[in-house]
């Protein structure tokens, strides 16, 4: 990536893009942004409006300014003099096929191409590209303005150089950057995420607990400690001081049996009313927009409060 003045052009600017296109902002990029929708322009600006006070308080770059951004809806205009290119278009195959040979029929051919795909393959992104060496995953999680992890990986074509690449300039602007080294469905936090919702599922499809029981189960349990130190490291801290050795020795057996009695996810959509009937229930007593308004302010207290510890990865 050039030193200094590096230009963004963010393709597709829904819930992703739009965050996208504000965390570059916040980082005193110039950002081009395209999208073919109808009225995405004056969206993106009021979405960028909203959001400009939440990056403002998490820390602005020098030059930082909403004026860096310029819209169109044309692609080969957005990309043409692009450094770097977040691909945030739909998550369909043949849609990210067309929006890369458009992308690669403008775009300089040293340019980045990171796709935000949840689940498809780079590798088959990237299948049929002029320059498929730079074209990686780059996957953010929503709010990606506010959320630091970006999941970098390649496809059998992504050069080592472009990753690292990406990866570095992620990481300078302030993302926490991590590495798949072997592609796999889902990359690996929605893996995670995953393992625990089908189980989730499982226990309320039981009648083990309700749905407002199981969130509890995480919000004040174990989700209090994770959003500090990951899963390894707190089973590290459960050991005591034989740490996760002796965890693993003294409880490991035990775990093997619970991990036996796990539920499969459904394989039809039955559960999906009584799931979201548990969440109304769990609702009833709140605002859920609010929710998420303060839930984003929490996020925002915590990102600042783990800034200033040093021994906090
Ligand atoms: N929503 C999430 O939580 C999430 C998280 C991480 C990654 N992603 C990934 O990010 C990408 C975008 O997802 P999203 O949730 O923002 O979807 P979205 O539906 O909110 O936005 C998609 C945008 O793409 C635009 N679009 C349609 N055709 C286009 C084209 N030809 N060129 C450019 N833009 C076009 C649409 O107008 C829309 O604004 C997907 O690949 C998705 O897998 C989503």
């Not at 548990?278 to 915590?302: A, K, N």
Request: charged letters at 20%; glycine letters at 10%; one cysteine or more.
């Amino acid at each position: 990536m050039p030193k200094g003045a590096v230009n963004i052009a963010i393709i597709g600017t829904g819930v992703i893009g739009a965050g996208w296109a504000t965390h570059f902002l916040a980082h005193g990029f110039a950002v081009t942004a395209m999208d073919p929708g109808a009225g995405a322009e004056s969206r993106l600006r009021d979405w960028i409006d909203n959001c400009w006070p939440v990056v403002e308080r998490l820390g602005l770059a020098n030059g930082a300014s909403r004026d860096k951004l310029t819209f169109t809806t044309d692609v080969r205009a957005a990309v043409r003099n692009a450094d770097f290119i977040q691909e945030s278009g739909p998550e369909r195959l043949d849609v990210k096929h067309s929006l890369i040979a458009s992308i690669e029929s403008a775009a300089r051919a040293d340019a980045i191409i990171a796709s935000s795909s949840s689940g498809l393959a780079i590798s088959e992104i990237q299948a049929g590209a002029k320059h498929p060496e730079r074209i990686v995953l780059g996957h953010p999680f929503n709010p990606s303005h506010i959320i630091p992890l970006v999941e970098v990986g390649g496809g059998r074509l992504t050069s080592p150089e472009n990753l690292a690449r990406t990866m570095a300039f992620y990481s300078s602007t302030g993302k926490k950057v991590i590495r798949i080294n072997k592609e796999v469905k889902g990359h690996i936090a929605n893996r995670l995420q995953v393992a625990l919702w089908q189980e989730a599922i499982s226990l309320v499809q039981r009648g083990v607990a309700s749905v407002e029981d199981v969130d509890a189960a995480i919000s004040y349990g174990p989700g209090l400690r994770w959003a500090l130190l990951g899963p390894f490291l707190n089973l590290h801290a459960s050991g005591g001081a034989g740490g996760i050795r002796h965890v693993l020795q003294h409880l490991g057996a035990a775990q093997r049996e619970w991990a036996r009695d796990l539920g499969t996810y459904p394989e039809t959509d039955d559960y999906i009313e009584s799931i979201a009937k548990g969440v109304d229930t769990e609702l009833q007593s709140y605002d859920f927009p609010e929710m998420l308004h303060q839930r984003d302010q929490l996020l925002i207290q915590l990102l600042e409060a783990k800034r200033n510890l040093s021994q906090i990865p």
